[in-house]
T-cell receptor, first 113, second 112 residues
């Protein structure tokens, strides 16, 4: 497809479980971003990849959150020992470098019961 | 660090009228100010942006103005249409996308 693809679109899990959220960026985009959006709020930056490396992970809230992009394309956001406060929509975006237009996926809605 | 405030949180206008959404920022070093539109169940989509070397930019019915001295910027939508109904976000950064600081959003409702 032409756009940023995120799976799953919805994920319901129990407190304490592990979850993985996947992002498939636009082909050729070197920059990839993860954001978290709570209801009624703007997106909150989590992590930025340039190629395979995490150029800035300062937005990750704690060490339960981790993201990888091993081949410089698809990225996976991993959340360990989920808590109810992790419930949010997780948005992925990609761009040509760090100054090109951001293209967002439709997000993965995570609900932790 | 940068802080972006956006208002109003909800704006209801009659179809065909104009809508104005305002944002203020705190860091005078910020030089990139995009506006995003988010429809229900979708990710945000860039609709217009402005850099600090210009004071105004237009694209058909949409315009953005920037006042660097006062540190505020505004989105103007003229001749509003039902498809303009969405949540609009402003953001600010110094030179890059990943350092964007976002406002809390404005829900724009176009009344028929």
């Amino acid at each position: 497809g032409a756009g940023v693809s995120q799976t799953p679109s919805n994920k319901v899990t129990e407190k304490g479980k592990y979850v993985e959220l996947r992002c498939d960026p636009i082909s050729g985009h070197t920059a990839l971003y993860w954001y978290r959006q709570s209801l009624g709020q703007g997106p909150e930056f989590l992590i930025y990849f340039q190629g395979t490396g995490a150029a800035d992970d300062s937005g990750l809230p704690n060490d339960r959150f981790f993201a990888v992009r091993p081949e410089g394309s698809v990225s996976t956001l991993k959340i360990q020992r989920t808590e109810r406060g992790d419930s949010a929509v997780y948005l992925c975006a990609s761009s040509h470098g760090s100054t090109g237009e951001l293209f967002f996926g439709e997000g993965s809605r995570l609900t932790v019961l | 660090g940068e802080n972006v405030e956006q208002h109003p949180s909800t704006l209801s206008v009659q179809e065909g009228d104009s809508a104005v959404i305002k944002c203020t920022y705190s860091d005078s070093a910020s030089n990139y100010f995009p506006w995003y539109k988010q429809e229900l169940g979708k990710g945000p989509q860039l609709i217009i942006d402005i850099r600090s070397n210009v004071g105004e930019k237009k694209d058909q019915r949409i315009a953005v103005t920037l006042n660097k001295t006062a540190k505020h910027f505004s989105l103007h939508i003229t001749e509003t249409q039902p498809e303009d109904s969405a949540v609009y976000f402003c953001a600010a950064s110094y030179d890059s996308n990943y350092q964007l600081i976002w406002g809390a959003g404005t829900k724009l409702i176009i009344k028929p």
